[in-house]
């Protein structure tokens, strides 16, 4: 069943043409990789699935909802979260306190309950908490609840703040480059939280370089080049596809999914 629908969205920045024409879509409950060379055009489809840029042309529709053109917030409200490739996290914050920032669209509160501290506030608050509590479990990070940020491996933040994004209960949630940076070890303990996060019925998009990562959790690949869709499929598909070969300057064997 589709999720999200994409078609022929256009994006340009002043005379060059950073997204020409792409039209997919998005299957709920499985996880959807986009690559292609640097320059592919990946990153400006994020933003623009995200609000952070605004089409030309085309249409983004979620769960048949029109959202070509909103605000960011509108597309966080509609159930689309992100990360960034760059950290994107509150250093001199608590990793339990950077999770409890992405609740509050799910923690609705009134100035006046604010101002006076109602027993419904604190009530909310403790809610807040716990669920923050259960989400630094569900990426790994239950001894790091009280570390500030600041003082956490890089690894351990790039999961901070999937579970950040994962606290406002989206439908959505897009990764961009989440393994950048990262060593093996930290690499494969993404490569499991996005396995585990599609078995609870996350749907995933995930922007990567990392191809072990992109061809052992993906269910279907869409190749970018040069603004434009080069290939999509399952990866396997995908990892035999001579224009995607040459689009990776004959790497092969980057591509083939291991074992």
């Known amino acids: 069943m589709?999720?999200?629908?994409?078609?022929?969205?256009?994006?340009?920045?002043?005379?060059?043409?950073?997204?020409?024409?792409?039209?997919?879509?998005?299957?709920?409950?499985?996880?959807?990789?986009?690559?292609?060379?640097?320059?592919?055009?990946?990153?400006?489809?994020?933003?623009?699935?995200?609000?952070?840029?605004?089409?030309?042309?085309?249409?983004?529709?979620?769960?048949?909802?029109?959202?070509?053109?909103?605000?960011?917030?509108?597309?966080?409200?509609?159930?689309?979260?992100?990360?960034?490739?760059?950290?994107?996290?509150?250093?001199?914050?608590?990793?339990?306190?950077?999770?409890?920032?992405?609740?509050?669209?799910?923690?609705?509160?009134?100035?006046?309950?604010?101002?006076?501290?109602?027993?419904?506030?604190?009530?909310?608050?403790?809610?807040?908490?716990?669920?923050?509590?259960?989400?630094?479990?569900r990426v790994g990070l239950a001894d790091y609840e009280q570390a500030r940020a600041d003082a956490m491996p890089y690894g351990a933040l790039k999961r901070l703040e999937i579970a950040r994004s994962l606290a406002c209960e989206p439908q959505l949630l897009l990764l961009d480059e989440p393994a950048a940076g990262l060593n093996q070890t930290e690499a494969r303990a993404i490569d499991a939280l996005i396995k585990h996060l599609a078995a609870d019925g996350t749907t995933v998009i995930l922007v990567e370089h990392n191809m072990r990562l992109v061809m052992e959790v993906s269910d279907h690949v869409l190749v970018l080049d040069h603004g434009r869709k080069l290939a999509e499929g399952a990866p396997a598909q995908i990892a035999c596809d001579p224009r995607v070969i040459e689009a990776y300057l004959g790497v092969e064997a980057d591509l083939q999914p291991h074992a």
């Open 2 to 137: 589709t999720l999200l629908a994409v078609h022929n969205v256009c994006k340009a920045f002043g005379g060059l043409h950073a997204i020409e024409g792409v039209s997919f879509d998005i299957r709920r409950g499985a996880v959807h990789s986009i690559i292609g060379p640097n320059g592919a055009g990946k990153t400006t489809l994020l933003n623009m699935l995200s609000g952070v840029d605004v089409p030309d042309s085309g249409q983004i529709r979620l769960d048949g909802r029109d959202l070509t053109g909103q605000a960011t917030h509108r597309f966080a409200a509609a159930g689309i979260a992100r990360t960034f490739q760059n950290l994107q996290v509150f250093f001199n914050m608590t990793a339990l306190e950077n999770v409890m920032t992405g609740r509050h669209l799910r923690e609705p509160c009134s100035l006046l309950a604010a101002l006076l501290r109602t027993p419904a506030l604190a009530r909310a608050e403790r809610a807040c908490r716990d669920v923050a509590r259960r989400l630094l479990q």
